[in-house]
């Protein structure tokens, strides 16, 4: 009859504790999860660099949208030097897309029919050099970090905007 005992005093059962982690290059160790973050993050900046029109432009915005399921959905699980290269992947790929997105806006504004050239033609060669600024700056940005992820190295400061 111990099913009928209710003690306040019982214990409950013990808990297991949980699977130690693999060692090596998997996708189940923090490595290799950090590793995949900024290889996803890199995959979608060269992705919309190579194909910056529509429609394979979108396979750069699916990657970059898996990129950010991956990293936010594994934030705050890991070990806290993996945990600052996921913050780091998420940051590189919303404001590096952000700012991606607000320049094919202007773009699209200033291609009006009456708009005047010089302006259209002063404000598609601002669009470009931004762009290609804000490219480098993201592929830099998550070159180095792959090579700390590769280390185990925590990013130094991943809520910057510099590496």
């Known amino acids: ?36 973050a900024h290889f996803l993050t890199i995959a979608a900046f060269v992705l919309s660099l190579l194909f910056p029109a529509p429609p394979m432009s979108f396979v750069a915005l699916a990657v970059a949208v898996a990129g950010f399921l991956f990293v936010y959905s594994n934030r705050g699980a890991a070990m806290p030097w993996a945990n600052t290269h996921h913050e780091h ?47 480098l700056w993201a592929l830099l940005r998550a070159l180095i970090a792959l090579v700390l992820a590769v280390l185990r190295r925590p990013v130094w400061n991943p809520r910057g905007w510099l590496v």
């Open 1 to 36: 009859m111990s099913h009928d005992n209710v003690t306040p005093f019982r214990r409950p059962p013990p808990k297991r504790a949980p699977a130690p982690q693999q060692e090596g290059w998997g996708f189940k160790t923090h490595r290799g999860k950090a590793v995949l």
């Open 89 to 135: 992947a998420l940051r590189t790929l919303v404001i590096g897309y952000s700012i991606l997105t607000l320049l094919s806006l202007l773009g699209m504004l200033v291609n009006a029919p009456l708009s005047l050239e010089q302006v259209r033609n002063g404000v598609a060669q601002f669009a470009f050099w931004v762009g290609l600024a804000t490219m």
